[in-house]
Every structure is written in C-alpha cells, then in structure tokens.
C-alpha cells in the first residue's frame, strides 16, 4: 500500500485550508481508494477523524519524522506557505519539510502553490536551494511560476489552479439549516461579506457599514461569513457600528466545513470577500465576487476569473468608495455569473492536473 503525506496549513480551523485538504483527500480516494493518506496537522485528532486519515502533529518533530520516513511521497500544499510576510520563520519551518523529507530520501512535490512574497534575501536563497531538488512543481497562478523564475529555480513549473475548485457543496437542506440556524432570512437576496483582520484603516469599516444600510434599502440580505474563528472579532466590530449607527447587527455564520460553507455561498447573489478562499469558492459555485487587494494573489484571481477587485486600503484616505464600486459591480452582475459559468471548467480542469501530477510521481 502506497502511502501519502499531505502538509500544508492543516487543523487551524481555516475554511480556505481546509478546502484545499478535503478536495484533496476526496480526489486522491476517488482516484486510488487503496492509498494511504496522512496528514500533518494542528490538530491531528480532530483531522484524523474529519477526514479519516493518520494524522501526526506539525510541531512536533518527533512525529513529522515518523510521517515522513512512512510516506512514498510527500505533498507540500496547497496554499500560500511559501512566503515570509506572515514571518521568516514560517517559511523557515515549511522549507524545512521539505528539507527534511530529502535528508531521509523521500520526493516531495510542490503542489498548488501560491508563491510569495518573499522579501529576505535568506528567505530568497534557501527558497531556491531547497525547491531546487523537488520531483514537481505545480502553482496556481502565472505570478507564482514568475516568483519561481525570479528566485532561480530550475524545474518547470506547471500553472494550474487551486484544489478546492474539485470540491462540491453540502445538500441544500443542509445549507437551508445553517442559514435559519444563524438567522439569515434566505428568501432575500443574500449578500456575502468575508473580512478578516487586517490593520485596515478607520474609514474603510465606515465604508463597510454604509455599504450594509444600502444593501438592505435595496431588500437584500448582507450577511457575515467568517472564514476563521479569529475573523470573528472583525464581525464583532462591524455589528457594534451597524448597532451604533441604528442599523441591525448582521447574521454571522463560523465553524461550518468547507462543503457546508460552498452550499450557503452559492445560495447568495453577491461576495466581497478579503480572504482569497471565500473568492475560490464563490467562483466555484458562479456567484459573482469582489475582492480587496490585500494581498497580490487576490487581485492576481479577481482578474484570472474576471471578477472586479479593489485596491488595498489606503491608511491615508479613502481610496475607493464602496458603494458605488459595489453598485456598479451588482449592475454587471448577469454579465459576471455568464464569465464565471464559462471559466469554471476550466479552473476544474486545472485543479484536476495537480492530482494527476501526485498521481504520475507516486508510480
């Protein structure tokens, strides 16, 4: 029996992440029911049931070890691992299970990656050396594969797209369940907002606020999806303003699985989302989305999929009003649901290839 060990940003509680993850486990047994699949995690007990895999620990080295001298190959993502604007030290301890992996001969192979930034020039060297000597490469977008080329290494490197578009939606009884458990009235026209906390400025939250009070003047339903626990705390925030302003605090739904969180999108109309998952997914149930450029990656996606973005927050003063880019991103919204009906398949196409990729370097 072949065994797989999958390493990426597991057991956090992130919706994005755990996307990646279950659409993955789900294709590898659709493909090879006979494999063994493993998984370093946060919290591997909790993993270990979710998904029915072994799982071990990421932090403790005595168990990664075990993992790896088990596996046939080791699979590094997906995800936006490989950078250091989180922290030079995540991407020290991600490079080194990779370097691990190659000190006791097991191949790895970069999978559905986003890559960068990678600003250290540490950071940089070690990036190179260490990809250098992967079996595959595959990335999920055109900047990624450009970094790659930037940073020196030598392998080809396969653009395809993310996992979490092979991932399919919980039942719409499901969906209606969690929407009037979290008092979300889903005979309206729900409008999704997913922020995450960022050192945003004052006048951007106003804006959000503003943006609330209009959507509901136009009978729609402008509702809170928290895409991480600690996004909760943005949510708590928004709906102290909703509430100061006069306004009715939003509905807020958290900690539903990935395929729960795919069935209650595609019951909306609308997505503004910060975080580039809740746009993966709105696109993989062709509801139409706008970004904010918080991170290249997002605006990189928002075009790929010929959904509108707006630029990263200026401390300084507004620059962009969000109701009018909102109302005239809701009045191409026909135009959005057509493109993104027609881009799907092809973003499943592509995710399909990183499978196929594991697949291929298994043998």
Not at 87 to 115: D, E, M
Not at 307 to 312: I, Q
Not at 330 to 358: K, T, W, Y
Request: with cysteine.
């Amino acid at each position: 029996m072949k065994r797989i060990l999958l390493s990426g940003y597991y057991g956090f509680g992130n919706t994005g992440d755990e996307a990646i993850l279950a659409s993955t486990v789900k294709a590898l047994r659709k493909a090879r029911p006979e494999l063994e699949l493993m998984v370093l995690s946060e919290h591997p007990e909790e993993t270990g049931s979710t998904y029915g895999v072994r799982a071990f620990h990421r932090m403790n080295p005595a168990q990664v070890l075990k993992a790896v001298n088990l596996a046939d190959l080791v699979v590094f993502g997906g995800g936006s691992l490989l950078q250091d604007l989180t922290s030079l030290r995540s991407l020290i301890y991600y490079l080194s299970i990779i370097r691990v992996s190659h000190l006791v001969g097991k191949p790895v192979v970069v999978y559905a990656n986003g890559i960068g930034p990678i600003s250290s020039k540490i950071g940089r060297v070690l990036t190179r050396h260490t990809l250098s000597r992967v079996k595959a490469i595959t990335v999920r977008d055109v900047e990624s594969k450009a970094e790659l080329r930037k940073l020196g290494v030598p392998l080809e490197v396969q653009v395809t797209a993310d996992p979490a578009f092979l991932l399919d939606p919980s039942s719409d009884h499901v969906a209606e369940s969690i929407l009037k458990e979290h008092g979300v009235d889903s005979s309206k026209g729900i409008v999704w907002i997913a922020l995450r906390h960022t050192n945003t400025p004052p006048w951007y939250l106003q804006q959000v606020v503003d943006l609330v009070g209009w959507l509901r003047q136009e009978s729609l339903e402008p509702c809170f999806l928290a895409m991480q626990q600690r996004d909760l705390g943005v949510a708590q925030i928004l709906n102290r303003e909703l509430v100061s302003s006069g306004q009715e605090p939003m509905g807020t739904v958290s900690g539903i699985s990935p395929e729960d969180a795919l069935s209650i999108l595609e019951k909306g109309e609308y997505c503004l989302g910060m975080r580039l998952h809740t746009l993966i997914l709105s696109a993989r149930v062709q509801v139409p989305f706008m970004g904010v450029e918080i991170d290249p990656k997002i605006g990189a996606f928002c075009r790929g999929a010929g959904c509108p973005v707006l630029p990263n927050p200026d401390p300084a003063r507004p620059n962009f009003n969000m109701r009018d880019e909102f109302e005239a991103f809701m009045q191409d919204g026909d135009n959005l649901r057509q493109a993104l009906q027609q881009h799907l398949p092809r973003f499943r196409s592509l995710a399909q290839q990183n499978i196929d990729m594991v697949l291929a370097c298994l043998e």
